[in-house]
């Protein structure tokens, strides 16, 4: 045992009990919320044994060999799921959580650690912490347990070297931006987004002289002549887009800005990683709005960032600056919805699919937009990257001008009416209401939000169900 690396620390506790249990030698103790110590669980003692070793490089790599994880290394996951490729369907369930997360207790359930800060023993302790030989945490602000679980979670599902989750997608979009694109950087963006997005790209970025072009999803011309025309930074897309539902050619984009020098980065929120996995797909980053489908249940409030190591260790320096850190038990309630994900996505991927073939077929309805649809401008780059299905939101629109179209929203009986998607009870909105209703006609054509366009965000219900109640609503305009 290196004497450089390793020392011990006491307490009257610890040396009582291992007193009074008659131990002669050096054991180690894995400490609450630590994932660097476990308690001796073979006596089942109290998390107040306190015996307590400092890591040593030999024990670390001990460790390793007995496949516990430190701090982001995972163990070798053929232990756990076999030889055979794991599913999302497992992933969603057990990924993040069974690789090795802290032991904290047997809780079944990884547990909320509602904490601001850490403490150390003493001072050797805390410098084994800043030397990276003692895993832990340090201030609420620059992690915790509950929330690296989530990240570990949604790494593992994006197929991503690491990943950052923080309070909104809002946070994860604008402090990806903030840290990735210099000062008198340029980006490229699309023309259909999430409003608040094209906000932060028009009004904020501007300040520190960050410039965008916008282009049509599918215009590679566009963004070959964009890459040409300036040093590019960033690519930044939904995918599918909102409200639109519009779909990038990621493998195209993402080789054409790495020739550049540019990063790609996709907003899958619509997509999730059970449909899309951008990162496979060629992109450097993901984001997603968390609140929508990966917590699922129109609860709590959170946005995901995944990617390479080095770009999402960038943001997350950023956002240890910046705040927008997620409370440790809304960590928990994103945790506890995507282990439902797969089964959710699935429900409302095969509602969807049915509803927009059958809206298509209607006679009030003008036109269904859903990369599902052969009719779709984007439906063969969706069949090439959206392997597990298209989502479960349907955008149409509604053969009827502003009121008749809220009049149809006014009639359902089984969604209700609000923003947001990705949630188990269905929900509908006019966007032209909801999200532009501030910005007067002009501005909304220039968007492209037309006054009879509807978006429908599926839910978990009975499909039979969700169509009748959209028959009888259509009837009524
Ligand atoms: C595609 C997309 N990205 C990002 C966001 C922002 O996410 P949040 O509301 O979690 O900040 C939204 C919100 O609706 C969205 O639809």
Sequence with gaps: ???STTFWGWSPCASKVLGSRGYKERHVFRVAGCPQYQFLRSHNWQ??????????????????????????????????????PVSQETLSVHGGEREGRPRVS?????????????????????????EGRYGSYEYGRYGNPTTRTCEEKIRILEGAED????????????????????????????????????????TVLPKMGITATVIDPSDMEGLERALKAQKVSLFFSESPTNPYLRCVDVPTISRLCHAAGALVCIDSTFAT????????????????????????????????LAGKADVVAAVRSMHNVLGGTIDPHAAYLLLRGMKTLDVRVQRQNTTAMELARRLEEHPRITRVHYPGLPSHPDHHIAV????????????????????????????????YIAPSLGGVDSLIEQPTVISYW????????????????????????????????LLQALAKI
């Design 1 to 3: 045992m290196s004497s």
């Design 47 to 84: 998390p107040r044994a306190v015996k307590v070793q400092a890591i040593s490089e030999e024990l670390l790599a001990r460790e390793e060999e007995d496949n516990f994880r430190f701090n982001g290394v995972q163990i070798d996951s053929t232990q756990i799921y076999g030889e055979r």
């Design 106 to 130: 047997d809780s079944l359930t990884t547990p909320i650690v509602q904490t601001a800060t850490y403490t150390f023993r003493n001072t050797a302790e805390l410098i084994a912490y800043q």
């Design 163 to 202: 990943c950052l989750v923080s309070t909104t997608g809002m946070n994860a979009a604008t402090t990806m931006l903030l840290a990735l694109v210099p000062a008198g950087g340029h980006i490229i963006t699309t023309t259909d987004c999430y409003r608040r997005t094209r906000q932060f790209i028009q």
């Design 273 to 304: 990683p059970i449909n899309q996995r951008a990162i496979t797909l060629g992109a450097d980053i993901v984001i997603h709005s968390a609140t929508k489908y990966l917590a699922g249940h129109n609860d709590v409030m959170a946005g995901a």
């Design 384 to 415: 090439d990257q959206m392997l597990g299905g298209f989502g479960g939101v349907v955008s149409f629109e509604v053969d009827a001008d502003l009121w008749g179209t809220a009049k149809f929203v006014d009639s359902v009986r089984l969604p």
């Design 438 to 469: 501030d910005q007067g006609p002009e501005k909304r054509a220039e968007y492209g939000i037309k006054d009879n366009l509807i978006r429908f965000s599926c839910g978990i219900e009975s499909m039979e169900d969700i169509w009748q109640d």
